[in-house]
Structures are given as structure tokens and as C-alpha cells.
């Protein structure tokens, strides 16, 4: 553990910039201090000048008593972070842990521009696994960053240095880059928070790709709430990056209070792979029984399919990304590489395109399975790694170890999933080991809300430091509403024709249901998907089936929009009283159209037509 008195968290920096008892010259000088106190600890491939370091936190002194209310303008006022060295740094090279790959770029990376403008002070570049290939740490010629915890194990990859530098309490948080888990396993490894954003959220334009496609900006921090406040200041679409993406419309990157009660999927107790490790399987239970408390209700599912994305990745078909994103350099410089980063990236040159191919189709079809599970689960939980491992372990058998912790890990990228790793106490052995909360793209509010409560409830200390972490209390989330009920009775319900753009803005199914008997039901006219309509009535009505589907709150407008006049949203009475947002469409529109009310529901008139 290291000894720090006051915690670099961004809450509480911004606080005591606020109240005076801190400035961003004397947290500089700190930052400093605890750099040198750490000696060779192999987290650092270059660094800002000190001077230059003091120079820009003096001017930020000087902004900040002109003018206090450029806390607000600027929400990462005089906050220390580092950048994995494979993100451009004006006036750093960039290594990619390669010294004769090294440049020096023009600009910055946009993602630390967006940073720098918001406020953030650039410390320095961060050690790493070379060209971001593993998930250990060691491949590096600028050595293995030090495991503040236990140096003879592993500090995680590749964004070993960024990891260890949030941990240590050198940095308020770090960059780093995930393609197949190197935003989580360091996170795991170290006792931190380890955001994996979805694809294109976060530009990669300035970033050494590693497998483009899937590659994005990670973010470590000492907090879920840090986190989503690095996010914030970096999130936006690039033009210039060919796979980001604009947030969907109603996208939360706020911290809200966890929902009372979620369904949370987790792999069968038989596919739970720990790698004979007792004491990381003991964690992994002690985290389910602490997401039950929390409101979860687990969800037992098939583990096989994410596991076979997760081996894609890298076979020789899921290298040749890995291949193109450096080929020319192999060409021209292979020989300078990291043996084991050769072999592996070389391996891509022996896929055939009909291989890769035929690997995008596996991958598409394994998506499909993803979904199932999304849409019945708010989100599905596994440990972080399967175990830990020490780097004379990993040293000796590089490629199988590295594999095994990637078990949980290789398949969010290639699924197109986000994830948040979250610290979920120690093993026996005083080590640390993590929980992985993940979810489709774009649910990065609905992960932060859970992972929060989850992080608060485990408590203890933030990375290696000694700084305790906040309590629950002190979080100031605000009240959540994560989604909201609505039932259908036509075409969207299971595995009818519409059921997709639920499925699409990612809804889940709750229950089947029934309304009370005050409706009549018509079967709509018109061209394309077959609708009904539901009508509430004064007499003669019957009870009609439906489902009840849980739509993301930030989705419902969304999906709303898609829903064609005479059909509307209003409250449907159930058969057991209860009153829920659902379909119903107006008198008018279902005047003339077929009264289907006795067939009980549109089930049972597609059956009714299907037998005729």
C-alpha cells in the first residue's frame, strides 16, 4: 500500500480547489513528490518536464483567483492524468513501448485535447505491453510496471503503467486502450475502476491502432463517479476517426442511483473458469451474494457462446487486424519487436480471406446470442480475470497464461458490448481481484448506476493508496429511473416480426401479462406488418394477452417514434389492477377495421388465420 495522506479522487480535488484548501500548484508539486518517492517503478516511458509541469499549474493558480468560477467552466480544473504511450502527446513521443517505432506527433490525440480543454494536466506516458498486445504487463523493453500490491505479480496489460499510476495515487486517472480487455484486467489487478467505453464513443484518432475496429480509449480512475467525469469531457463524435460514433439520443454518462431491483446474468456454477484458483472462485461468490443484496436477481446463462467470440480473437483470423494495423513496420523493422508481439501479430498472415470472413459471420451470428441475453438482463456480471499470476509465471509461458486471462475479457470488443470493471475486494492472499459489469453499447449510465452501488458497498481503500473510500452517502447520486414498463400486444412481442426494435434500443422482456376485461381488439388495416389495436371500451369488453417489456428510459422516444398513428401511448389496466404504460389506439382508428377481441390476444388470432 502506499502511504498518501490526501486522495487526487476528482470529487474531492475539486472540492478543496473550491474551498481553498488545495491549488493546482501544490497537487502538482505532490504528484511530483510521490513520482520520486516511487523510484523505478517502470510506470513512465516520458514524462512533461517538471518545470514545464509547475509553469502550467501556476497559471491555472493565477486563473483560479481571477476567477472561481472556472471550477464550473472547466470540470477537470487542475486534475493530474497520464496517457498510455500509444496516444499522442504533443511534445511527447509516441513508443507504443517500440523505441524504433517511436514519433513525435503534431498534436495531441483528440481525447486528450477534449481533456487539456477541460482542464486536465497531462503528467506523462504510460508503460505498456508493446503495440497493446496482452493483457499481462510484461512486454515491454522499459520493463514491468511494479504491482503496488505485490511486485512479484502481474501489474495486468496492456495498460500496465496507466493502471499503476491511478493505483498509486501518482495520477487522478489514466488513459489507456482496450481491445480485448486492457482496460479491465489492470483495473482488476489494481484495485481501481477501469472503464471500457462502447466502440466509437471515445475518438481513436491518435491512437496507434491495434485492431481497429475494436479498439477504444479506456479510462482509469479511482471512482465510478471519476470515471463518468472523464467521459463526459471526452466523449464526442470525431469526423476523423472512420469508427466513431454520436451517443444515441438520450444517452446517460451521469451518475444516478442503482435501480431497486435488476436482473444480472452470470454464467453457469460448471462454466465458471478460475484456472484452479480457489481463492479468485471465493471473490467471485462473495461479489454475487453482494449483488443479490444490492436488488439483483441472477440469471444463470450459457457462457459457451461469449467464450467462443472471446477465441476468435486471437486466432489467426482475429490477428490479421493486429497484422494490417503494422505491417509496414514489420516489414521494415520486425526484428526490433517484443518476440512474443511478433509472433503473435505475425500470426494474422497465415488467415486466408475466406477465414476471416468466415469468422466476421461467426461473429455476427454470436451477436444474436448476446441480445437473448440483453433482453432479459440488465446486465451480466463476471469476474474481471479467473485468476492472477506472477510475472516469472507469465515469463515462462507467455501465450497460454495471457490467454486464460482474457477468459472474460475478449469477447465485449468483438460483440460491440460496453463493460465497467469495478474493485470487488481482496483474496486471501491480500491480493486484489475484480468484478466486470457489461451491457450492449451505449449503456454506459445503466453499468456506472449499479457498478457505483456495488464499489461504495465493498468500500475499503481506493487503489493502493491509503485513502479511504467515500461512503455511500456522500456519492450525490440523484434518483434513477433506468427504465420503464411498457406492455404490447401485437407484433412486438417474442419472436413476432416487430419484436426487433425493442430488442434494438435495448429492451428485455419481463412478463406476459393480461388487461382486465374493459377492451375490445381490432386487427388494424393497412400495408406491411400486420397490427392490432386495443380499445378501451364502457361495456362488453374482454381481457386481452400481452407482454410487458422493460424499455431503457433514454430509448423510449426512440422508440416511440417508430409507433404509426392511430396507436398511442396510455395507461393499460392489467387483470390484476395494476395500471402500465402501454399501446392503446384511438376509437376512430379502429372504426371499420375486424374485431378480433374473441380470439384473446394476437397469438391466438395468427393462429386462428394460420388455420384457415
Not at 513521443?93 to 481533456?115: D, G, H, K, N
Not at 435488476?262 to 454475487?288: H, I, T
Not at 475499503?460 to 452517502?473: D, F, K, R
Not at 434500443?505 to 377492451?519: E, H, L, N, Q
Request: with cysteine; charged share 20%; hydrophobic share 45%.
Amino acid at each position: 500500500m502506499t502511504s498518501v495522506r490526501e486522495s487526487l479522487d476528482i470529487e474531492r480535488l475539486r472540492q478543496d480547489y473550491s474551498e481553498g484548501h488545495r491549488k493546482p500548484s501544490t497537487v502538482v508539486e505532490a504528484v511530483l513528490a510521490r513520482i520520486a518517492a516511487a523510484g523505478e517503478d517502470a510506470v513512465w516511458i516520458s514524462r512533461v518536464a517538471d518545470e514545464a509541469l509547475r509553469s502550467a499549474a501556476a497559471g491555472l493558480d493565477r486563473a483560479l483567483a481571477a476567477d472561481r468560477s472556472i471550477l464550473e467552466r472547466l470540470p477537470l480544473f487542475g486534475v493530474p492524468f497520464a496517457v498510455k504511450d500509444n496516444i499522442d502527446v504533443a511534445g511527447l513521443s509516441t513508443t507504443a513501448a517500440c523505441p524504433a517505432f517511436a514519433y513525435a506527433p503534431a498534436q495531441s490525440a483528440t481525447v486528450v485535447e477534449r481533456l487539456t480543454a477541460a482542464g486536465a494536466l497531462v503528467i506523462g506516458k504510460t508503460n505498456l505491453d508493446q503495440f497493446a498486445t496482452g493483457l499481462v504487463g510484461v512486454r515491454s523493453p522499459y520493463g514491468v510496471a511494479r504491482n503496488p500490491f505485490d511486485a512479484e505479480y502481474l501489474p495486468g496489460g496492456s495498460s500496465a503503467g496507466s493502471a499503476v499510476a491511478v493505483s498509486s495515487g501518482l495520477v487522478s486517472f489514466a488513459l489507456g486502450t482496450d481491445t480485448a480487455g486492457s482496460g479491465r484486467v489492470p483495473a482488476g489487478f489494481n484495485n481501481i475502476v477501469g472503464l471500457k467505453p462502447s466502440i466509437g464513443l471515445l475518438s481513436t484518432s491518435g491512437v496507434v491502432p491495434a485492431c481497429r475496429a475494436l479498439d477504444v480509449v479506456s479510462v482509469f480512475a479511482l471512482t465510478v463517479g471519476d470515471s463518468l467525469a472523464v467521459l463526459r469531457a471526452a466523449m464526442g463524435f470525431d469526423a476523423a476517426d472512420i469508427y466513431s460514433r454520436a451517443a444515441p439520443a438520450g444517452f446517460v454518462a451521469d451518475l444516478t442511483a442503482p435501480p431497486g431491483r435488476f436482473r444480472c446474468a452470470v454464467p453457469k456454477p460448471d462454466q465458471r473458469e478460475f484456472f484452479g484458483d480457489g481463492q479468485a472462485a471465493e471473490v467471485y461468490a462473495r461479489s454475487l451474494d453482494r449483488l443479490r443484496r444490492l436488488g439483483a436477481t441472477l440469471v444463470e446463462i450459457d457462457y459457451a457462446p461469449l467464450a467462443e467470440a472471446a477465441a476468435v480473437l486471437y486466432s489467426p483470423a482475429g490477428a490479421a487486424e493486429r497484422t494490417t494495423a503494422i505491417d509496414a513496420f514489420i516489414a521494415a523493422r520486425g526484428d526490433t519487436m517484443h518476440p512474443v508481439t511478433r509472433t503473435i501479430i505475425d500470426s494474422g498472415r497465415k488467415a486466408t480471406a475466406v477465414e476471416v470472413y468466415r469468422a466476421r459471420d461467426r461473429l455476427r451470428a454470436l451477436r444474436r446470442h448476446a441480445e437473448a441475453i440483453f433482453s432479459d438482463c440488465e446486465v451480466l456480471a463476471v469476474p474481471t480475470s479467473g485468476t492472477i499470476y506472477r510475472v516469472a509465471e507469465v515469463l515462462a509461458d507467455p501465450v497460454r497464461l495471457n490467454s486464460n486471462l482474457g477468459h472474460y475479457t475478449n469477447f465485449v470488443n468483438q460483440l460491440d458490448l460496453s463493460a465497467l470493471a469495478v474493485p470487488a475486494g481482496f483474496r486471501a492472499d491480500g491480493l486484489p481481484a475484480g468484478v466486470t459489469l457489461i451491457a450492449p453499447a451505449f449503456r454506459e449510465g445503466r453499468l456506472a448506476a449499479i457498478g457505483e452501488a456495488f464499489h461504495r458497498d465493498v468500500g475499503g481503500t481506493m487503489g493502493a493508496t491509503s485513502v479511504a473510500l467515500p461512503p455511500a452517502e456522500s456519492s450525490g447520486a440523484a434518483p434513477s429511473y433506468p427504465d420503464m414498463p411498457i406492455v404490447v400486444v401485437g407484433a412486438h412481442m417474442r419472436d413476432l416480426p416487430l419484436n426487433r426494435e425493442l430488442l434494438a434500443v435495448g429492451a428485455r422482456f419481463d412478463s406476459a401479462c393480461a388487461t382486465a376485461p374493459i377492451y375490445r381488439f381490432y386487427r388494424l388495416p393497412g400495408a406491411g406488418v400486420a397490427r392490432p389495436g386495443l380499445v378501451r371500451v364502457p361495456k362488453d369488453g374482454v381481457a386481452i394477452d400481452g407482454e410487458i417489456w422493460r424499455v431503457p428510459t433514454e430509448a423510449v422516444g426512440a422508440f416511440l417514434a417508430r409507433i404509426p398513428s392511430p396507436l398511442g401511448l396510455g395507461d393499460v389496466t392489467l387483470a390484476d389492477g395494476r395500471k402500465v404504460k402501454g399501446f392503446l389506439c384511438e376509437a376512430a382508428g379502429a372504426e371499420g377495421a375486424e374485431d378480433i377481441s374473441a380470439c384473446g390476444g394476437w397469438r391466438g388470432y395468427l393462429a386462428r388465420a394460420s388455420a384457415t
